[in-house]
């Protein structure tokens, strides 16, 4: 096996799905915490016709998980050590910017937030895991998307480089690397989660929110969270030298195979990677906006234009290392897929994976993928790659013993991993592998407990009871000796 001596081998989770406490300390409501599964189309906001503008209005036959998570808010301290009795020597997760800036736009920060995140990162420190922090995993502050429009306000700039250079600031000496935007990338799969945007002005359909985003608020969105990424790499190298920036990608789509050899499907595959990826790749890792968005941005009849200045930012502040996450593979079939546009793709099952997603979600299993998915990566980029997020989401039961066999997933770590190290000996430059979820989180996509990714169980469920005792799975041993080992097990 090739790993590196000083490869990062860990996990990764996110304040939202973990830490609950949603109200705590002065935190206002970020974007997740009104809805239920960042998938629903149905979020806890209404349309307030005399103030023009939408307002929560959580709805009262749903249970927000993530309003208590798995209590991770009070209980990081000794899950941070059942993470480092893996050998983890990194973590994952994010500061919810809600805890640090409320609604989002003070000009003060939260001091109990930021003392909480100084109490979590030297406790981590002291553990000798290097943080890897994500400045923001879908936590926009739900304040800035109801009262602003969210990202398509180039007000929303300043209010995060408010929040950004507090953090920079105050964690100096305590975390080293940090991610911009989680999975930002899917921006126009997930406007109101991903984007954090929304119409407010004039939407077509106040009682669909999500549906009635305009293009024109989502391309803003997506020109200011460009202008905003390299600010932030700008700041960061500023305020140390130490820092290390990078952005956070949903890869999956660099894993999107032609259905068969039909060269307009090899075309249409192109173009899918181009607009589930790269479109947002490209200018946060090679600092330029790619010349085929100005076909797209007449077909979506938007007007989007760079300044000069804007351009020679974006251009000089390119990130340290890209970081991403990797699930399954799609494939692209132009009899299935009629038009790929912004809205994301629906992909036709691979038959060569046929039944390798026996977990109820269908995500089809691909390791060979994410070996894939690394060299392309490379290729383009010449950026050292980071392994933010994989894993597999199970439904799983305690037997009478009281143990939880994991199999699956065993075999899904062993596989992918393989690849891992494949991928470095094709030349790489992989620096590590934080699994995503060790301990059972809330699911990002469809909230519920339910789809548990943990090396540690934690009892919870979807009605939301629960005595939150953590409990070790099989694939916390079978981890544990992989990373003892730097992978020679395997
Ligand atoms: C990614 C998100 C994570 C996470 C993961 C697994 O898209 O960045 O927050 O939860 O997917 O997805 P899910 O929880 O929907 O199974």
């Known amino acids: 096996m090739s790993f590196p001596k000083d490869f990062l081998w860990g996990g990764a989770i996110a304040a939202n799905q973990y830490e609950g406490a949603w109200l705590e300390d002065g935190k206002q409501p970020n974007v997740t915490d009104v809805l239920v599964g960042i998938m629903s189309k149905d979020p806890g906001i209404q349309w307030n016709e005399d103030k023009k503008k939408y307002e929560m209005k959580l709805n009262s036959d749903k249970v927000y998980l993530s309003h208590d998570a798995v209590d991770g808010y009070h209980r990081y301290r000794e899950d941070l050590k059942l993470m480092k009795g893996m050998g983890f020597n990194s973590f994952r997760t994010s500061i919810a910017w809600g805890r640090i800036f409320p609604n989002g736009d003070e000009l003060e920060p939260n001091e109990a937030g930021l003392a909480y995140y100084d109490d979590m990162f030297a406790c981590m420190n002291e553990l000798g895991m290097e943080p ?23 007000q929303l700039i300043d209010f995060w480089l408010r929040y950004v250079k507090t953090v920079f600031t105050r964690y100096k000496g305590k975390v080293k690397f ?14 109101l989660v991903a ?13 669909d929110p999500i549906g009635s985003t305009t293009k024109q608020d989502q391309w803003d969105a997506y020109h200011n969270i460009l202008v905003a990424n390299a600010k932030t790499v700008q700041l960061g190298h500023e305020i140390s030298e130490d820092y290390q920036i990078g952005c956070m990608m ?9 259905y068969n050899c039909d060269p307009l499907n090899v075309v249409g595959t192109l173009d899918a990677q181009r607009m589930n990826i790269f479109f947002m790749a490209d200018p946060f890792c090679l600092g330029i906006v790619p010349t085929y968005l100005k076909k797209v941005w007449k077909e979506d009849q938007v007007n989007v234009e760079f300044s000069d200045e804007e351009l020679k930012l974006i251009k000089e502040n390119t990130v340290d290392f890209l970081s991403f996450s990797y699930y399954r593979s799609t494939t692209f079939d132009r009899d299935v897929n009629l038009k790929v546009d912004t809205g994301g793709l629906t992909c036709r099952d691979n038959p060569y994976l046929k039944d390798k997603a026996p977990q109820p979600w269908g995500w089809a299993v691909d390791p060979v993928g994410l070996r894939y998915t690394l060299n392309v990566l490379y290729d383009r980029y010449h950026l050292p790659l980071l392994i933010v997020e994989n894993g597999v989401g199970l439904d799983e039961n305690i037997d009478e013993k009281g143990e939880i066999h994991d199999d699956f997933r065993v075999h899904y770590i062993e596989e992918h991993l393989k690849n891992v190290n494949d991928a470095i000996e094709d030349g790489v430059d992989c620096r590590g592998y934080l699994y995503w979820g060790p301990i059972d989180v809330v699911s990002a996509g469809t909230g519920e407990m339910k789809k548990r990714y943990g090396f540690v169980y934690v009892d919870r ?7 939150l005792e953590r409990k070790l799975k099989d694939s916390y041993y079978r981890y544990k000796e992989i990373i003892e080992s730097n992978g020679e097990v395997l």
Do not use: C, Q
């Open 132 to 154: 890897v922090i994500t400045l923001s995993h879908y936590e926009t502050p739900l304040h800035l998307i109801t009262e602003y429009g969210g990202w398509s306000n180039p």
């Open 178 to 191: 940090w991610l911009t935007f989680n999975e930002v990338n899917a921006l126009f799969r997930m406007p």
């Open 195 to 207: 984007g954090g945007v929304l119409t407010i002005k004039d939407p077509k359909d106040p009682s």
């Open 250 to 258: 949903t890869a999956s789509s660099v894993a999107t195979y032609p």
């Open 461 to 467: 469920f979807n009605d939301g009871h629960g005595t």
